[in-house]
Each structure stands twice: as structure tokens, then as C-alpha cells.
């Protein structure tokens, strides 16, 4: 048994840009690149595993045929899915089902509950997060009379913020912003508004009647667990029922030199408790990104830009060297 490591999928998109080349040394495919689907067994942008005796496997292939890797998790798909989003521009603004009604008019899609981490951002950056409709008549009222302003409920936002986003909830990524969004393994977005921006000579399709019909009325904010430095190295920041998100900060006493895999490697059959962090086993798999710097998992190197799964029964896992990690699991 062994750490799986992810190939990712990237998307060009008309707000994307170059940071995920530029930041994470990412071979994307053009220079409006918004998209890194990092693990991803959803079918349209599925990754595969790149080492190990499972190299080449698509992942979703692996959750059917080597369930205990993941717990035997009960579901018929892998729930998760992990992206890093560069936004160029403002994305439009936007709405997720619940499962219930993606089941019903998605063609059994789940749903997409999703949380994003704000990576890095422009000085006075914002994000779209909410209304401030109070009834449905009001919502419905200031939509048709595409008054956007008064409806929109914006935020300012900085690097290592957090935010919940539940379906229902009215959202949008704006210009200068890098995230890393865990999500519900669901590719379904309802757009209400799109700045009446033009792609190949014509508007993007909006979604009104879905969109109003999924809206959360009033909006109710969902923060990150209030105090949630408990003093371990891994900080839980939000559960709900589909995940649990965790920002890791390993400062190992022992620090790997110059991204030297051999060096680093080498260190790690040397450390104890005293110098390792531990993540702990998990109950049926843990997704894991690497955000900045490097560190030795197990006897494994990773460094900024790289992807994993630590399957259920791994055991737990030493941390050594200076890396920061954001970590998911099912619940």
C-alpha cells in the first residue's frame, strides 16, 4: 500500500490566465487556463494515478476496482472532487443544486456543496457571496429588472481566508483571485448572470428558472469552524456532511534542501515523533495538495503543486520538512 499520486486535468475557460503555469509550474494548455482538476474521478475531467503498480489507472476505474483503498465508501462514485481555480476575470455569477434536485433534473448528477481556500488574491480583491433578497417575490422582482447591484452581496477578501459554500447559495470568483476548491464530485452550475460578456460572438447561456428555483432565501453565511486551532498542525476548518476540510502547516526541524527527492528521502528514514508531524489514519481516504514548499510524507517527496490520495489503511503518516497542505476526506 502506498500514497496515490494524482495526474491533473486542466480547463481553458474565458476567464482563466497563466497563474497556474506561472505559480505551480503546471504544463496547462493556453493562456486562459482557469482550471486544475487535481483529483477528479467525475467524467468530464477525470484524472488517473501516476506511480505505483496503478500507474495509468483513471481513478474512477480504481474506486470500482480496488474499493478497500477508499474505505469501502458507500457511495457508487468517488464523492470528491479538489480543483485550483485562476481567475483572470470575474467568473459569472452563480448557483449549485442540492441532491435532490440535481438527482431529479440532472440526470442523477449529485449534487455540489463546495468550500473554497483563498491560495492568493489582488490587493482589494472581492468575492460575490450571497444577497440580499429577503423573500423569493423580492429575489424573483430584482432579477427580472436585472438589478444586480442592489442584489449582489459582495465581500473583501485575503489570502488564507475560508469560505462554505452551500447549494443555494448565489457565488462568484472575481479577477485576481487563485483558490483551492473541495467539492461534491458534481460538474452542474447554474449561471444567473454573466455581465452580459460575450463568448464567440454570442452570450453564455443562463440558467434563470433553475437558478431561481435552488436559491437559498434568505442567505444564511456558513463560516469556518469559529476557534478551530485546537493545537494540532492540522486545523480543521469546516465539516458538513459531505466533507471535512483541513489547512496542515508542517515546520519540520528537519527541512529537505534544495527539492533534492534524495536528500529529502534519505532525512525521513531518520525522523521520530519528536521530528515528524502525523496525519493521522484516515477513517476511508484523505485527498491532500501541496500549496507551498516541500516536505517527505512517509518516504515519499512531494513539493508545491502536487496531488495525493492516502488510501484508508495507510496508517498514520510522518510529515517532515516545509510545506503547506489543504487536506479533505469524506464524511
Given amino acids: 500500500m502506498y500514497i496515490l499520486r494524482t495526474k491533473p486535468v486542466f480547463k481553458e475557460t474565458i476567464w482563466g490566465g497563466r497563474r497556474l503555469k506561472d505559480d505551480f509550474g503546471y504544463d496547462i494548455p493556453g493562456d486562459h487556463t482557469g482550471e486544475c482538476w487535481a483529483v477528479s ?3 468530464d475531467g477525470e484524472g488517473s494515478i501516476v506511480n505505483g503498480e496503478y500507474a495509468g489507472t483513471p481513478l474512477s476505474g480504481l474506486w470500482s476496482s480496488h474499493p478497500e483503498l477508499f474505505g469501502n465508501y458507500p457511495l457508487d462514485r468517488f464523492p470528491l472532487l479538489t480543483k485550483i481555480i485562476d481567475a483572470q476575470a470575474d467568473l459569472s455569477i452563480q448557483v449549485h443544486p442540492d441532491d435532490t434536485y440535481a438527482a431529479e433534473h440532472e440526470n442523477g448528477s449529485l449534487g455540489k456543496m463546495e468550500c473554497w481556500y483563498i491560495i492568493d488574491c489582488v490587493p482589494g480583491a472581492t468575492i460575490v457571496i450571497g444577497h440580499h433578497a429577503k423573500t423569493r417575490e423580492e429575489l424573483r422582482d430584482m432579477v427580472n429588472g436585472g ?3 442592489e442584489l449582489i452581496r459582495e465581500v473583501p ?3 488564507g481566508d475560508f469560505f462554505q459554500i452551500d447549494p443555494g447559495t448565489v ?3 472575481k479577477a485576481g483571485t487563485l483558490i483551492l476548491e473541495s467539492q461534491q464530485s458534481s460538474d452542474i452550475t447554474y449561471r444567473l448572470y454573466d455581465y452580459d460578456r460575450l463568448q464567440n460572438g454570442k452570450p453564455r447561456p443562463l440558467h434563470l428558472e433553475k437558478s431561481l428555483d435552488v436559491i437559498e ?3 444564511v453565511e456558513r463560516r469556518a469552524i469559529e476557534n478551530g486551532d485546537d493545537g494540532s498542525w492540522m486545523r480543521l476548518l469546516y465539516s458538513c456532511k459531505y466533507y471535512k476540510v ?3 502547516v508542517s515546520l519540520g526541524k528537519e527541512k529537505t534542501a534544495d527539492g533534492a527527492k534524495t536528500q529529502a528521502a534519505g532525512a525521513a528514514k531518520t525522523h521520530t515523533a519528536d521530528t515528524a508531524e502525523i496525519i493521522p489514519s484516515p477513517e476511508f481516504f484523505l485527498i ?3 500549496l507551498s514548499g516541500e516536505a517527505v510524507l512517509g518516504d515519499e517527496f512531494f513539493r508545491k503543486g502536487d496531488h495525493f490520495i492516502i488510501p484508508s489503511g495507510y496508517g498514520p503518516t510522518p510529515v517532515t ?3 503547506e497542505f489543504i487536506f479533505s476526506s469524506p464524511v
Fill in 147 to 149: 438589478r444586480w447591484k
Fill in 246 to 248: 483541513w489547512k496542515g
Fill in 41 to 43: 474521478a467525475h467524467p
Fill in 288 to 290: 491532500g495538495s501541496v
Fill in 321 to 323: 520538512g516545509d510545506a
Fill in 217 to 219: 432565501v434568505p442567505f
Fill in 171 to 173: 457565488h462568484a470568483i
Fill in 157 to 159: 477578501i485575503r489570502k
